[in-house]
């Protein structure tokens, strides 16, 4: 026993203060607490936006909004004023990001805000009706591209359309519960598909103008009505140009999953966002300080 108590005795002399350095250790690298990996880069960043913004919204909606529009010229405002509604809610997002860097999106800033009970409620209705019903949409839009060409003289059968959806939504549910790294993966495979479709319909209107086929883009014929004006159709042409445009706030899901949240946020200043919001809340508190 004697030797023992000496041997204790002997480490704390060679190692005073032992306990404080061992927990400030463990404190500096997290307190062995649970974390979720940072595997996402500025590359797989931009993709989960870009590959939410351009989903199957943007193939479906023009025709919406240029029906409940009513004319062409109209349709085109409808589309710049929505977008410019999403920059700047993209704007705030990123500055929320950088502000309250937690996962969780929306249901984390209603519940560092509003308390517990708002934050519940929130995430309650997006489970429930907001992201159902979104992917539901999603994956019908995806099967129907699917299995028309199979069908090129009638509609797909509904059944074969809702059931290779619910195929397509265990997919990657499974692949998003696995790896992340595989999601991101997934995900800029997508993306790229779909810029590629995109980039192909953008040439092909070219060509198309290029041949003399602009006739309702002059301005003389561009606001000419084809229906009766309507103010509850152009309503519903702003909704379907919003919903076109919808994913511009997933990036906020996955905060503490990216390698560096402020340079995501923006790249080009990684500080913030517009020159006001500092990095954390440490950031704020220094500031009020």
């Known amino acids: 026993m004697e030797e023992g108590a000496r041997h204790r005795n002997n480490t704390e002399k060679k190692h005073p203060g032992g306990g404080e350095s061992d927990a400030s250790s463990e404190a500096g690298s997290g307190g062995g607490g649970v974390a979720l990996k940072k ?7 931009c993709g989960i936006i870009v590959g ?15 029906e409940n529009a009513g004319s ?5 405002i409808v589309w710049i004023v929505t977008g410019f509604i999403t920059v700047v809610g993209a704007l705030c997002y990123a500055e929320l990001g950088v502000t309250i860097p937690k996962s969780g ?3 984390s800033y209603v519940k560092d805000i509003f308390g517990g009970l708002a934050g519940f409620l929130r995430l309650w ?17 995806f099967s129907n591209y699917v299995l028309q060409p199979l069908f090129p003289t009638c509609f797909p059968p509904e059944s074969g359309l809702r059931l290779l959806a619910a195929i397509c939504l265990l997919l990657l549910t499974w692949v998003n ?14 993306t790229a598909g779909k810029l590629l479709a995109l980039a192909l319909i953008i040439i092909m209107g070219i060509v198309q103008i290029c041949k003399g086929e602009y006739f309702w883009l002059e301005p003389k014929n561009a606001f000419e009505n084809f229906q009766e004006p ?15 445009y919808g994913g511009w706030n997933f990036l906020n899901y996955v905060t503490e999953e990216l390698v560096d949240p402020y340079k995501a946020a923006n790249p080009g200043e990684p500080e913030d966002v517009c020159g006001r919001v500092p990095r954390g809340r440490a950031g704020l508190r220094d500031r009020e300080g």
């Open 72 to 76: 062409v010229g109209l349709a085109l």
């Open 52 to 66: 939410n913004i351009i989903g199957s919204g943007i193939f479906v909606s023009p025709k919406g909004v240029l």
């Open 230 to 244: 309507d103010i509850g159709l152009v309503a519903l042409a702003f909704l379907q140009g919003s919903f076109a």
């Open 105 to 107: 999106g929306d249901y």
């Open 39 to 45: 595997e996402i880069g500025l590359v797989s960043a």
């Open 177 to 190: 519960c696995s790896s992340v790294r595989w999601a991101t993966r997934v995900q800029d495979v997508f």
């Open 125 to 141: 209705i997006a489970v429930l009706v907001i992201y159902p019903t979104n992917q539901a949409v999603i994956a019908l839009t």
